[in-house]
């Protein structure tokens, strides 16, 4: 599944971030860091945010020992975890801040031992937020020589926000 072309008017405090971010030097860093802050768990990989749009997010992490298994390759819980953070950044970007989005299902197919510095592209259709649904994202994770490591499918609910105090 290919993204497509993205509404230029999304109002989204994830790419209105990321622009001013982008403004600087270290503003991948700076941004990257934010990103791990939000969501604590996903520092655990050290995600360096390389791009990010409505439809489309990618994410490079680097091999350590660390992230290592039993077979000293990076571990199948880590590359779990790039791909559904590269998702949900995808996602995220996708949607106006009125909106919410919710992991329901993943599938990961593990292709081949991942080493050296790993890539995570995400990428899904815009989805209409105005109501209820659900959307898969479809994720790659490359290492430095291009080959695929692992391909996910994330699937999002995406919907409005509840009311306040509608007890979701």
Not at 94 to 103: C, E, H, L, M, W
Request: net charge positive.
């Amino acid at each position: 599944m290919s993204a497509q072309e993205p509404p230029a008017t999304v109002d989204n405090r994830i790419l209105r971030v990321w622009a001013k971010c982008n403004r600087y030097p270290m503003g991948r860093i700076v941004f990257s860091q934010i990103f791990a802050r939000v969501a604590p768990f996903n520092a655990v990989i050290r995600p360096r945010v390389l791009d990010v749009r409505p439809g489309r997010a990618r994410i490079a992490m680097t091999e350590r020992r660390r992230l290592h298994q039993h077979l000293k390759s990076v571990h199948a819980g880590a590359l779990f975890t790039l791909a559904e953070c590269t998702s949900g950044l995808a996602m995220a970007a996708s949607v106006p801040d009125t909106a919410r989005i919710i992991v329901t299902d993943i599938s990961i197919d593990f292709v081949k031992k991942a080493h050296g510095v790993l890539t995570a592209v995400a990428e899904c259709k815009v989805p209409d937020s105005t109501v209820q649904q659900r959307h898969d994202v479809k994720v790659t994770l490359s290492d430095e020589t291009g080959d695929d490591v692992a391909r996910a499918t994330i699937t999002w609910v995406v919907g409005p926000r509840p009311e306040a105090g509608a007890g979701n």
